[in-house]
């Protein structure tokens, strides 16, 4: 049981390129997200799945899309990436009113 | 104002002491509150969650809820170098608002525990 697993762990980007951050979960959790997180600044939801077949928009939505594979695969995509990007991107999944759990992160420098 | 706000800190005490940590939060429709813990370069880790008045318990940890006042806590009894982290507090969105069942972050504590 990995619980939430996200790949790559280290990503460097230069302005304009695209990439796509993979997160998956095997606790069979319907709800997962996407933050970024910032210095100072908390963790920020970009976009959220509450359950297969279904995304919406988080607070920080901008420059970012997602695809929610199926019930295991949550992914994000950042289409033309700028420096504003720069930052540590956690994927968590939850069940219900349970707590959400979070994977490791990818930390993504876009120069 | 933001919707979950912390004293970024950070904040110092010494070793066996009491560490008290606030959260206030704007949402009066709130039904949830959670604290992790988040070491640095890791992930955060759910430490307790709360959903009613009052206090609750969990080993050294203590998270208290006033509903009335919008306000959270986290009281970290025998505060040991370990617990060195920031420490988040997450405030989950009730029925009917625009925030229902995504969690607020705040900005995190950042708490120091010396020898």
């Known amino acids: 049981n990995a619980g939430v697993t996200q790949t790559p762990k280290f990503q460097v980007l230069k302005t304009g390129q695209s990439m796509t951050l993979q997160c998956a979960q095997d606790m069979n959790h319907n709800s997962m997200y996407w933050y970024r997180q910032d210095p100072g600044m908390g963790l920020r939801l970009i976009y959220y799945?509450?359950?297969?077949?279904?995304?919406d928009k988080g607070e920080v939505p901008n420059g970012y899309n997602v695809s929610r594979l199926n019930k295991r695969e949550f992914s994000l995509r950042l289409e033309s990436a700028a420096p504003s990007q720069t930052s540590v991107y956690f994927c968590a999944s939850t069940q219900g009113w349970q707590t959400q759990y979070f994977g490791p992160g990818t930390r993504l420098l876009v120069l | 104002q933001k919707e979950v706000e912390q004293n970024s800190g950070p904040l110092s005490v010494p070793e066996g002491a009491i560490a008290s940590l606030n959260c206030t939060y704007s949402?009066?429709?709130?039904?949830?509150f959670f604290w992790y813990r988040q070491y640095s370069g890791k992930s955060p880790e759910l430490i307790m969650f709360?959903?009613?008045?009052g206090d609750k318990e969990d080993g050294r940890f203590t998270a208290q809820l006033n509903k009335a006042s919008q306000y959270v806590s986290l009281l970290i009894r025998d505060s040991q170098p370990s617990d060195s982290a920031t420490y988040l507090c997450?405030?989950?969105?009730?029925?009917?608002?625009?925030?229902?069942?995504?969690?607020?972050f705040g900005q995190g504590t950042i708490l120091t525990v010396h020898p």
């Open positions: 949402d009066r429709g709130s039904q949830s």
């Open positions: 709360i959903y009613s008045n």
């Open positions: 799945s509450a359950s297969e077949g279904t995304t």
């Open positions: 997450a405030v989950k969105g009730g029925a009917g608002g625009t925030s229902y069942g995504k969690l607020t």
